[in-house]
């Protein structure tokens, strides 16, 4: 970090803005006290999944996409076999759809876990890192590591990996666990459900700026339950629609100096995905258990302070665990475990909801299911417009703060949201410039 | 305290899905830490303790003029450098650019290519600098990063398969799919460390470790036809998470439509 400048016109650089998944950067510009600009940059390499997947088959976009985010390859997988299903027409049967809804907690207990404990919990007690905050706090930080080891377990026996699951295929899965299994995994989740609570009552006692944004939230929604693998797409503005709707009323932008594209709907503002959308879109339809918790931790039925999003990331963490628990107790194996997906030419669409929010995919095939254009909406592109929107409230909000302590802030701003970098493209350095 | 070696993680073009590997080590995660000092680990800590390094782990290809010249830094600041994952040590599933034309890929996926500075090729991180170890693997397998740091710890060699998945698979009593099943697998050429995971799951291997020490490539590929695996089937298995692999990318070619 490297400040300069007076409080009316400051300059900070901060090289390094770490525990977010990738890199980037942040510049902030101060000028005669007023704030002048706000940008996130990403400068992930480009690794160009859009290009390399032409000319592929129609069954490979689960294995090939989950390479874009090592956080969370369930959501590139789940996203991936719904368009590919979408465009050949195939819809999977009940049974698959709940063992896929189940893999997919593990991924949100594994992920909601290390985000809670490890990369955001450290903010609020000024710490560098979960190592030193397990210094401060090591039942909290042990707390973290459990729950997010159950998440992995559950990947590793569904998936049968917890990084880049193989047992992911378009039209199902290559093999249904047996019951012995998934029966082995209830007591893990249920005890897993035990420690979400208490992190929710942990989080609720952490000390929150009082920022309020008036986001624009969109979030997959079902009407029998929590949106995580499938639903239509949602807005606090009243947009409903099918995944390949949704995607032809967004539009991505390519600015200078970043090799992420920033998602927007045509003739909207920017919008926000992620636990806070989904909370504020699909609250009633979360259990009674959940709700209650919530509630106790005083989130009402909407938060639009982007740093409680911590308190509704162990909200879902405890709802992941819960529901876990549910599918776990109902399973039964089943065969085949995948159905057929003849290719046919077609354009598909799917979405599901990445722990950080929605992610959505589109393909176009040709009638032998070679991949003719692909399409990829990670949540962070499109979130991207929207915490540098919350960037300019917390700076403008803090002016008379010093420049460390801004820095600080604006950081733990970006953290709020879990952005993934690797996803969008992938980030990591903040500067403040008040010159 | 001061006598603890430095450890430091560093990213290139990749997924973070390999040092995320390190943070799933629930179990270890927290003696790790005790046993090694943590200088520079940005997914991690933001705390940043400057170089040398003892222990560098390296994730990620080398796809940028800027990347090439920061592999560079890194080497000088480090005393052993050790590549974790297929992107490190074969380019990734990012090197199929190098089949193709980059200018293309980068107008398809951006709007102003002009932004965009990048190089033709991904290439692995030997291809630049000295590499003191590599782990292989889309993902590595994180009890491998645990036996290599401390085998490189203790001054002694970490013991790592060189082996083929097909003997990892019969240790782990998994039915062959491909004699069972005829269904294509690349478990006789790919190396072990994964644990035969997809044979496990009724599915061929898809190589994601790369080649073994010893393949023959040639005779799996006669093999693939007679089980009814087209010639693009065949390419495309051999080009996807390490085809940059020298055999690997050589027999792709073999077969390339
Ligand atoms: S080797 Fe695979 S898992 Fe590792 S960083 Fe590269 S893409 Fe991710």
Known sequence: ?435 | MTMRPTLAVWKFASCDGCQLGILDLEDELLSLVGAVQIASFTEMTSAVIDGPYDVSLVEGSITTPDDADRILAVREASGLLVTIGACATAGGIQALRNYADVGEYTSTVYAHPEYITTLAESSPISSYVKVDFELRGCPINRYQIVEVVTALLAGRRPVIPGYSVCEECKMAGNLCVLVAHGTACLGPVTRAGCGALCPAVNRGCYGCFGPADTTNTASLARRLTELGTSERGISRLFRTFNSAATEFSKESLEHDA
């Open chain 1, 1 to 435: 970090m490297t400040p300069s400048g007076d409080s009316a016109n400051r300059a900070i650089d901060v090289h390094g803005l770490a525990r977010v998944e990738g890199e980037g950067s942040l510049h902030v510009a101060v000028r005669d006290g007023v704030l002048e600009r706000v940008e996130l940059e990403i400068f992930e390499p480009p690794r160009f999944f859009e290009a390399f997947l032409v000319g592929r088959g129609h069954e490979e976009p689960p294995d090939i996409t989950a390479r874009i985010c090592g956080i969370c390859p369930v959501a590139y997988q789940m996203s991936a076999c719904a368009a590919i299903e979408d465009a050949c027409g195939v819809q999977v049967p009940a049974e698959v759809g709940r063992l896929r809804r189940l893999l997919y907690c593990g991924e949100w207990i594994q992920s909601h876990a290390l985000h809670i404990y490890l990369l955001h919990a450290p903010d609020f007690f000024g710490c560098r890192d979960a190592v030193e905050l397990a210094g401060l706090n090591p039942a909290a930080v042990e707390r973290g590591l459990r729950i997010k080891k159950v998440g992995n377990q559950l990947m590793e026996v569904v998936g049968g990996r917890a990084i880049h699951p193989v047992n992911v295929r378009i039209g199902g899965f290559y093999r249904a666990p047996s019951r012995e299994e998934i029966t082995a995994l209830i007591e893990p989740l249920k005890k897993a459900r035990e420690e979400s609570l208490e992190t929710i009552r942990f989080v609720a006692t952490f000390d929150f700026p009082d920022i309020e944004a008036d986001y624009r939230f969109v979030a997959l929604s079902h009407p029998d339950h929590y949106a995580i693998e499938a639903g239509r797409i949602m807005s606090s503005d009243g947009i409903d629609a099918t995944p390949m709707e949704f995607a032809a009323i967004s539009v991505e932008e390519h600015v200078q100096r970043s090799s992420a594209l920033h998602a927007r709907l045509r003739g909207r503002d920017p919008y926000l995905t992620g636990p806070l959308a989904r909370y504020a879109l699909n609250q009633a339809t979360l259990p009674q258990t959940a709700r209650d918790a919530a509630a106790e931790a005083g989130l009402g039925p909407v938060c639009r302070n982007p740093f409680k999003s911590v308190i509704v990331r162990a909200v879902e963490l405890y709802f992941a665990c819960d529901e876990a628990v549910r599918l776990a107790e109902e399973y039964e194996p089943f065969e085949p475990a995948a159905v057929p997906v003849p290719p046919q030419a077609g354009t598909g669409a799917g979405a599901t909801e990445a722990p950080r929010g929605m992610l959505l995919q589109r393909y176009e095939l040709s009638a032998d299911g070679t991949i003719k254009s692909a399409r990829i909406m990670p949540p962070t592109s499109q979130n991207q417009l929207s915490i540098e929107s919350d960037i300019r409230q917390v700076v403008e909000a803090g002016l008379d703060l010093s420049d460390a302590e801004l820095t600080a802030r604006c950081e733990l701003a970006v953290r709020n949201h879990d952005p993934c970098i690797s996803c969008a493209a992938h980030f990591l350095d903040v500067s403040i410039d008040r010159s």
